[in-house]
């Protein structure tokens, strides 16, 4: 070990003696663990659901869980034949057309209009089975989103843009080579272009292939009354007219229709059907659902929204620690024990941001895993996420109180005075994510804050991604953050940075 990291590493040591030595801080920062639980405990305690199944609730379903391990929507109309083995679909799609809900403008009177959604679907499909969930393959035209090629609810490849139309129809292709699926489309049925190819393995022998069509909520957003946002989806359909279907391998039988997940009413009824007619080799498919990963549901860290009142009690613990030392003059003592004041500077802040970490650690980890397990017993449908995902939102979660820690200490040695240092950090690191959590702010000013300010820090706990081929209301209100998890934890990590610099330049200059 050098001179010069003896000499760091005894300050360290002298930085966490002071801490532990004073009993008001350990019970601080135990306190704020301690908080943390008890409050995340209590708000998943306090939040129950329950489904009816006519005049008796039950308890909620889990979520439908997709090939990936994710929550996912399948919901479809579905007109297809087994084929075992190799072989391949080929159709031309001449019309894709549709109805959307709006709402209603005289009461008591259906406000129902002809269009299709951004993402309603129509097309041709490969998949393992009509269990809902099952793996699938397919090659779409979207209402806005031209040709895509989509895969087990979370991959998607785009093809060329555009509509379709009689005059202007778009052919469509998807072939099964063993394990690997692969998606074509053309203009004329001739000259075929591929749109991409995936390997879907363990498909069995026998699999369904056909024509569906789906098409999900009308989304939209509109602005409270307190200057937060109203996401609302209704009704819609769309139909695919398909001809010169043509099907190449062992295929057997006639064609089926099913109606894939369909709503079922108290009275046994469909709820929303589908439907499908053939005349002749035209095939007219209509769908409601979508066929796409699922943001609806509990995300697994709402338990941590308790987060926010240990981190204030962590805040006061961390300005106090340095603040301290100016009150009672014992700073002075602490430069002349270690003289260069800016790794005197870092040694504390390494050594608060150990302690918190350690003491945040535990505390995240059995409110993000008890809490989630009261969740579920509840009857709430807490959303699946992978293991992975699991600790990277623990621990990023302890490293968010980490920083946070020292960027208040930092604050507090600039400003020296215990009740600033405090207000400035609570701020610009709490503050900030509860206007823009809540229904106070528009969405923009909302996402703004997240990414300009000490608070983008907490999307290291958002567990759900974003899906671009997806429509879905990505705001804070909804629990998105509009910076990626690790670089809105990195924006935290700059600013305690850049403030505890500031701190080291400003101590270098003045006299403690």
Not at 47 to 76: I, Q, W, Y
Request: a positive charge.
């Amino acid at each position: 070990m050098s001179a010069l990291s003896h000499r760091f590493w005894r300050l360290l040591r002298a930085e966490w003696t002071k801490f532990r030595t004073v009993r008001g801080w350990m019970v601080a920062m135990t306190a704020a663990a301690l908080v943390t639980v008890l409050l995340g405990l209590l708000s998943a305690s306090s939040n129950h659901a329950s489904c009816s199944s006519g005049p008796v609730e039950v308890a909620c379903p889990p979520p439908l869980v997709g090939p990936g391990g994710e929550a996912v929507d399948d919901k479809f109309y579905f007109v297809h034949r087994p084929l075992a083995g190799d072989g391949s679909i080929t159709v031309r799609l001449t019309s894709m057309t549709g109805q959307i809900r709006k709402p209603d403008v005289t009461p008591g009177q259906r406000n129902v209009v002809a269009g299709v959604v951004p993402w309603a679907k129509a097309g041709v499909m490969i998949k393992e089975s009509t269990k809902q969930g099952s793996a699938y393959a397919a090659v779409m035209m979207t209402g806005e989103r031209g040709v895509r090629m989509q895969h087990n609810f979370t991959h998607d490849m785009a093809g060329r843009p555009g509509g379709v139309s009689k005059q202007s129809p778009r052919w469509l292709r998807l072939t099964r080579s063993g394990d690997t699926l692969t998606g074509y489309e053309s203009a004329d049925g001739t000259s075929w272009a591929q749109i991409g190819a995936t390997a879907l393995t363990g498909l069995p022998q026998t699999v369904q292939v056909g024509m569906f069509a789906t098409s999900p909520g009308d989304l939209t957003v509109t602005q409270g009354d307190l200057g937060g946002s109203i996401a609302a989806a209704r009704f819609t359909e769309a139909t695919g007219e398909f001809d010169q279907v043509k099907l190449q391998g062992n295929t057997s039988g006639a064609w089926r229709n099913d109606d894939i997940g369909v709503s079922v009413a108290p009275d046994g009824s469909a709820h929303h059907p589908g439907r499908a007619s053939q005349s002749g080799g035209t095939f007219s498919v209509t769908g409601v659902g979508d066929i796409a990963p699922a943001i609806e549901g509990s995300p697994p860290e709402r338990p941590l929204s308790s987060a926010l009142t240990g981190l204030i009690l962590v805040i006061v613990v961390a300005v106090m620690f340095i603040t301290a030392e100016y009150r009672h003059g014992l700073i002075r003592t602490t430069l002349l024990a270690g003289p260069h004041r800016g790794r005197m500077l870092a040694a504390k802040a390494l050594a608060l941001g150990l302690v918190t970490f350690a003491a945040a650690l535990p505390a995240t980890a059995i409110t993000f895993t008890a809490g989630g397990r009261i969740l579920r017993d509840n009857g709430n449908a807490v959303l699946p996420v992978s293991l992975l995902t699991q600790v990277r939102v623990v621990v990023g979660m302890a490293a968010l109180f980490a920083l946070a820690a020292v960027l208040a200490l930092a604050l507090g040695a600039l400003l020296r005075r215990s009740v600033a240092a405090v207000i400035t950090a609570v701020a610009v690191i709490v503050v900030p994510h509860v206007l823009a959590t809540t229904s106070v702010l528009p969405d923009s000013a909302a996402q703004w804050l997240l990414r300009v300010t000490p608070a983008a820090g907490f999307a290291i706990q958002q567990s759900i991604p974003e899906y671009a081929h997806m429509l879905g209301h990505y705001a804070p209100i909804a629990g998105f953050y509009p910076l990626p998890p690790w670089a809105g934890l990195a924006v935290l990590a700059g600013y305690a940075a850049l403030v505890l610099g500031l701190a080291v330049v400003q101590l270098r200059r003045r006299d403690a």
